[in-house]
């Protein structure tokens, strides 16, 4: 109980230990086990024998609302100091309660706040009878990036590392936005949707590579970066890159194979 104590307690930053959800870790395992129970077991139950939700209302206020919220997210971090320079310069974390420090860590909770919202995607896809696009690739990533966030919120709460938050938040203003125009028959979003949506894959890829360089740089030997939660971070996003290649070479490589074969 010491340890659990010292860990998850004493060893935290001390700025977020009583914020919702940034505390104990058994309700972030208790959402992840529900989140689970709900897309394999209880939704899909509920569906069997219904007609699919349309929801196309909802899921066009959804894409806006992520675009919107990631545009909030950038602006936060730049005034709580972020610049180009966090990719590669060490930039350690700054513990104190200066209001821009304080702005920076308060930003990693609304991260953390709109990865727990995004678990409902997947709730969305089974309502509409997607249960196809419920795949590993999928359910991985929602919640590792939601775990991720969390244990970010808890411990780092700042530095260089928040260069993935920023690179993330400009590929997902990209995603939804394409999200957005796929789901309405407009001329110019039929075109644009056409035209671009191979390369939404592509833009995620490039991020994840990005974010590898920034946390090897943050591996510098002078650079005070946690190195417990980059030991956990780098090969998450080598899974993730692998899964989204996987998936990029399913979709278009090998599809682009067999139509010139027919």
């Known amino acids: 109980m010491d340890l659990y104590e010292y860990y998850i307690y004493q060893n935290a930053d001390q700025r977020t230990k009583d914020w919702f959800l940034a505390g104990s870790p058994f309700p972030i395992v208790g959402i992840i086990i529900a989140y689970l129970a709900l897309v394999y077991y209880i939704v899909p139950w509920y569906m069997r024998n219904r007609e699919a939700y349309q929801l196309k209302t909802f ?3 959804y894409n806006l609302s992520q675009v919107v919220y990631c545009v909030f997210l950038i ?7 972020w610049r180009p320079y966090y ?3 060490c930039v350690e974390t700054d513990y104190s309660n200066d209001p821009k420090a304080v702005l920076m860590v308060e930003t990693t909770w609304y991260l953390m706040m709109i990865k727990l919202f995004e678990l409902l ?3 969305l896809f089974v309502l509409r009878k997607k249960q196809n696009q419920v795949t590993v690739l999928h359910v991985y990533h929602h ?3 939601f775990v991720i966030a969390y244990i970010y919120t808890k411990y780092i709460g700042g530095s260089m590392l928040t260069f993935s938050i920023v690179a993330n938040c400009f590929v997902h ?3 939804y936005s394409y999200y957005f125009m796929s789901a309405y028959d407009v001329p110019i979003f039929k075109f644009l949707v056409a035209k671009y949506k191979k390369y939404i894959t592509k833009i995620q890829l490039i991020q994840f590579c990005l974010m590898m360089a920034n946390n090897l740089l943050g591996l510098n030997p002078n650079c005070n970066i946690s190195r ?3 030991a956990m971070y780098i090969p998450n996003i080598l899974i993730l890159t692998y899964l989204f290649y996987d998936f990029y070479q399913k979709a278009y490589t090998k599809a682009k194979a067999a ?4």
């Open 143 to 145: 919640i590792s990036t």
């Open 87 to 89: 990719f590669y310069r």
């Open 259 to 262: 139509k010139a074969k027919q």
């Open 59 to 61: 899921m066009g206020f």
């Open 228 to 230: 417990p939660f980059l």
């Open 121 to 123: 995607e997947t709730v």
């Open 75 to 81: 602006a936060n971090l730049v005034k709580a100091g």
């Open 173 to 175: 203003i990209i995603m």
